[in-house]
């Protein structure tokens, strides 16, 4: 008699494959990266180890093994919720944020992750520039601040014309903003002022900055996931890959912890889904390229969590990799071709969901840090070759 093959044979997918989403100052309240793994369980089947058993010695020999001991710690916590973002191998690590106090810190140091936080600035490159800007806000007239924005030759000669414009139009941005009377008032007023007068602007001047690319602003339908999901924003390039995605928890200084943290997994639930579209879509690009792509968000709190530079640049670039390397081999598959290469489609992770609306979703956020033990580090915009 033969034996019947199981009915999930077919469909177990090949593991191992680890991406980070740089999210420098936006995740949240906190600034810090996060992790996702794309992975599923491999075919050969282990031995189970019990890795929360204190008597035993650690055995992770294998990103599976890492993965299976944090599922375990987070089975065994009292404070587990449906949503947990570790249960879908996200795993949130920052120089600004606390780690996860159920979780061993030998796991944590199996990624590599650092406590000090590097991010590239074109401000560095101009700072002579942007000193005198800043100088003059606190000294000067408005008048003055706005004719040294626009003028500074001296300051700006010598400097990357695309950084210069950059740092020249957000200084143009801060004019603009800061002169409008009773502006803290008018963002606490409501999610709508808080995005039409800080939010949306400030992301134009990233994506401004970057040819190709759109902002469409307010309930955007994403399209990278089956599921409704209606952002608070998305950038999209001229192909409509959608590549950056934004969330806005209410009006400034709202005080509603559940509301975070339910933003906080929607949106990272998003940042994956758009991850996995670039993959699906362009599923012959190399893996080595792949992996490179970089997915950014912002979950809007705080006025603090927009005042940073979004690289798009290299985002959409790696985009263009993949979809160049995708029609390359799409050619070399036509009749009379040898090349064979592998789907990145096996390297997907369908099994994500969209949080449903509820309470205690305040468990999720992870706790920041003492700004005193955070270490950031802010360089010089590394020149691509």
């Known amino acids: 008699m033969k034996k019947k093959k199981p009915a999930n044979e077919g469909n177990k997918r090949r593991g191992k494959e680890s991406i980070r989403i740089n999210v420098n100052n936006g995740v949240a309240i906190n600034h810090g ?9 491999r075919q050969k089947v282990k031995v189970k180890v019990n890795h929360t ?31 947990c973002l570790e249960k879908y191998h996200i795993i949130q690590y920052g120089y600004s944020i606390k780690c996860n106090p159920d979780i061993p810190d030998e796991l944590y140091s199996q990624f590599g992750l650092s406590d000090n936080c590097t991010i590239e600035s074109p401000f560095i ?46 200084f143009r941005f801060c004019l603009l903003l800061f002169k409008k009377n009773d502006l803290y008032k008018r963002l606490n007023k409501s999610e709508f002022n808080f995005s039409r007068l800080l939010v949306w602007p400030s992301v134009e001047v990233s994506v401004d900055s970057v040819e190709g690319l759109e902002f469409l602003p307010g309930e955007y339908a994403l399209k990278s996931t089956n599921e409704k999901y209606n952002a608070d924003g998305c950038v999209v390039d001229e192909d409509d890959n959608e590549m950056f995605l934004l969330e806005t928890s209410g009006k400034l200084k709202l005080n509603e912890k559940w509301k975070y943290g339910y933003d906080h997994v929607k949106c990272t639930f998003g940042a994956l889904s758009i991850y ?27 006025m603090a969590d927009l005042m940073f530079v979004m690289n ?12 160049q390397e995708h029609g390359q081999h799409e050619v070399q ?26 309470d205690r979703y305040v468990i999720l956020l992870p706790e920041e840090k003492d700004e005193r033990n955070c270490s950031v580090k802010f360089v010089d915009i590394k020149d691509e070759k």
């Not at 101009?126 to 003055?144: A, D, G, Q, R, V």
């Not at 798009?312 to 790696?318: A, M």
């Not at 071709?337 to 969901?353: A, F, H, P, Y």
């Open 33 to 41: 990266n996060v992790v996702i793994h794309n992975y599923a369980k």
């Open 53 to 83: 058993d204190g008597s035993k010695s650690w055995q992770i020999n294998s990103l599976e093994d890492l993965l299976d001991a944090w599922r375990q710690y987070l089975s065994a916590c009292s404070h587990k919720h449906e949503y």
């Open 125 to 170: 490159r101009c700072s002579t520039y942007s000193n005198k800007i800043i100088n003059y806000m606190t000294t000067k007239t408005w008048n003055e601040v706005e004719l040294a924005v626009i003028g500074s030759l001296n300051e700006k000669e010598g400097l990357v014309k695309d950084q210069v414009r950059f740092v020249e139009e957000y």
């Open 276 to 302: 996995n579209a670039a993959f699906k879509k362009y599923f012959f690009a190399t893996e080595k390229t792949a992996l490179k792509h970089q997915v950014s968000y912002i979950h809007a709190i705080t």
């Open 312 to 323: 798009l640049e290299r985002s959409r670039s790696s985009l263009i990799a993949m979809k």
């Open 333 to 358: 598959r036509m009749p009379g071709g040898t090349e064979s290469r592998t789907s990145l489609v096996e390297m997907v992770n369908l099994d994500i969901q969209k949080p449903v609306k509820g």
